[in-house]
């Protein structure tokens, strides 16, 4: 084995002599600058899906803000804050909205019309735990972070704990078909 040691040291010195202090430590500033980028784009579960899921009870109802088939939580992932204390656009008191969001486009069955509706978790108190709702309408792979749902999007608040999702309409959509 000591043909392999030599072998080893010799290769080892060689790009001892080729390489440079500098060049080493910008190869190493590349992977963690590199790395910066990704690590944010990673999923995130925020929910324990077996045990805290709302209950379906066969009602599909399009217009009640309390199940997941309401139609402005087309791409909603999280606890409805309607069960939680709050309402469709407001975090429960304890909580703040979170200060990054993702969007979605919704239609809504009473005027024919879509919309361009804002998610905003609400950060800061324990995971809500109850109306749990995961619509992927028009979800996009977690590197579009904009319309990722899969994130935990208070991270970008003082607390990132989550507690709930809320709805928040931005206003019509601007495509040919509504």
Known sequence: MKWLDEFIERKARAVAQQTSRRSALLRI????V????????????????AQHGAVDDG?????????CEYWRYCALDGHLCTCC???ITSCPPG??????????????PEDGKDYLVSY?????????GRCFCNENEGE???YRMGVHNDINWCMGNESSVYHCTVSVILGQSGSAGG
């Open 85 to 87: 204390g709050g309402t």
């Open 120 to 128: 905003n978790d609400c950060c800061g108190a324990a995971s809500c």
């Open 29 to 32: 500033g590349r992977v963690l």
């Open 59 to 67: 009602k599909h109802d399009p217009l009640d803000p309390q199940r």
């Open 140 to 142: 996009r792979p977690g």
């Open 95 to 108: 909580t703040e909205p979170s200060s990054v969001t993702w969007i979605g486009t919704c239609h809504n």
């Open 34 to 49: 590199g790395t910066a980028f990704v690590l944010p784009v990673l999923p995130f579960d925020r929910s324990p899906r």
